[in-house]
């Protein structure tokens, strides 16, 4: 069993940065691929970004390439997504996700593929 919670939310300005924290508790934390994902306001849940297991496999949506950054640290069972030059289209509850899957090499991007959410954190961007 894994939980997460997300923090680092909050209001920014456009070409503002976030950092958003998610923090996981189990053990086994550190084998499992993990994501975000982000809902805007009456819009369907949609990924944001993957890494793997070991951090060495990346994969993001394309409205974030180039902005976002996922990475992960193990030994504290976190999980990151660094924004940059957010824009108001940025706006979104943002949820880190977890694949019941161990080890492998792959990084996941459907949100079917996730057993494990966190609670969201808020996201508002103003232009």
């Known amino acids: 069993q894994v939980q997460l919670v997300e923090s680092g939310g909050g209001l920014a300005q456009a070409g503002g940065s976030l950092r958003l924290s998610c923090a996981a508790s189990?053990?086994?934390?550190?084998?499992?691929?993990m994501g975000w994902f982000r809902q805007p306001p009456g819009k369907e849940r949609e990924f944001v970004a993957a890494i793997n297991w070991s951090g060495g496999r990346l994969n993001y949506a394309d409205s974030v390439k180039g902005r976002f950054a996922i990475s992960r640290d193990n030994a504290k069972n976190r999980v990151f997504l660094q924004m940059n030059s957010l824009k108001p289209e940025d706006t979104a509850v943002y949820y880190c996700?977890?694949?019941?899957?161990?080890?492998?090499?792959?990084?996941?991007?459907?949100?079917?593929?996730?057993?494990?959410w966190g609670q969201g954190t808020q996201v508002t961007v103003s232009s």
């Open positions: 996700a977890a694949v019941d899957v161990w080890g492998g090499n792959d990084y996941y991007t459907a949100k079917d593929e996730y057993r494990y």
């Open positions: 189990g053990r086994t934390f550190s084998r499992y691929p």
